[in-house]
T-cell receptor, first 116, second 110 residues
Framework: DAGVIQSPRHEVTEMGQEVTLRCKPI?????LFWYRQTMMRGLELLIY????????DSGMPEDRFSAKMPNASFSTLKIQPSEPRDSAVYFC??????????????FGNGTRLTVT | DAKTTQPNSMESNEEEPVHLPCNHS???????IHWYRQLPSQGPEYVIH???SNVNNRMASLAIAEDRKSSTLILHRATLRDAAVYYC???????????FGKGTLLTVNP
């Protein structure tokens, strides 16, 4: 298996522009998680899905952030409009059953977002 | 969510054992104890997890205290490639999500 695939690996954009980050989870995994990592705040959980349905979006910082999972093999995280404080590394992870059922998370290599 | 306490940093020498401690005194009875590590410029990587009994795999061993309020990740022979941030995170029961604390930065000296 190719693992969790994220694209792009790097994104540089100007403040105010729309940014879309993409994730392909491991086939057969029912849970998908989006995390954000910065030096100041560490690794933060933004949102997670179960069977393509958003379950907990309490970590989404504000309305400028939205995430979708139109099917089991694809998810997007969109920021519109982007701001310099959104600069971070965004990770996507998937797991078979969620972390409560003896099921580790598999992370992608992340997208490094820079907003100027 | 249960909270954890880990040392900010630890140092080890190559080929020596490393014991990484974690306190999770508020852990619930159904929470698993998960350990992940993050190498530089990579996403976190699963290391090991356990519920009550000690666990071993090809990467490490996990020793869980009898009262489950603490655990220790054991790297039997540290290598330079083990230099990473190590996260200890309880999760389980009705909580399907995993949140991460600050972890322990492990430095391995040649």
């Amino acid at each position: 298996d190719a693992g969790v695939i994220q694209s792009p690996r790097h994104e540089v954009t100007e403040m105010g522009q729309e940014v879309t980050l993409r994730c392909k989870p491991i086939s057969g995994h029912d849970y998908l998680f989006w995390y954000r990592q910065t030096m100041m705040r560490g690794l933060e959980l933004l949102i997670y899905f179960n069977n393509n349905v958003p379950i907990d979006d309490s970590g989404m910082p504000e309305d400028r952030f939205s995430a979708k999972m139109p099917n089991a093999s694809f998810s997007t995280l969109k920021i519109q409009p982007s701001e310099p404080r959104d600069s971070a590394v965004y990770f996507c992870a998937s797991s078979l059953y969620g972390s409560s059922y003896n099921s580790p998370l598999h992370f992608g290599n992340g997208t490094r977002l820079t907003v100027t | 969510d249960a909270k954890t306490t880990q040392p900010n940093s630890m140092e080890s020498n190559e080929e020596e054992p490393v014991h990484l401690p974690c306190n999770h005194s508020t852990i619930s009875g159904t929470d698993y104890i998960h350990w992940y590590r993050q190498l530089p410029s990579q996403g976190p990587e699963y290391v090991i997890h356990g519920l009550t009994s000690n666990v071993n795999n090809r990467m490490a061993s996990l020793a869980i205290a009898e009262d489950r309020k603490s655990s220790t990740l054991i790297l039997h022979r540290a290598t330079l490639r083990d230099a990473a941030v190590y996260y200890c995170e309880p999760s389980g029961g009705s909580n399907y999500k995993l949140t991460f604390g600050k972890g322990t930065l492990l430095t391995v000296n040649p």
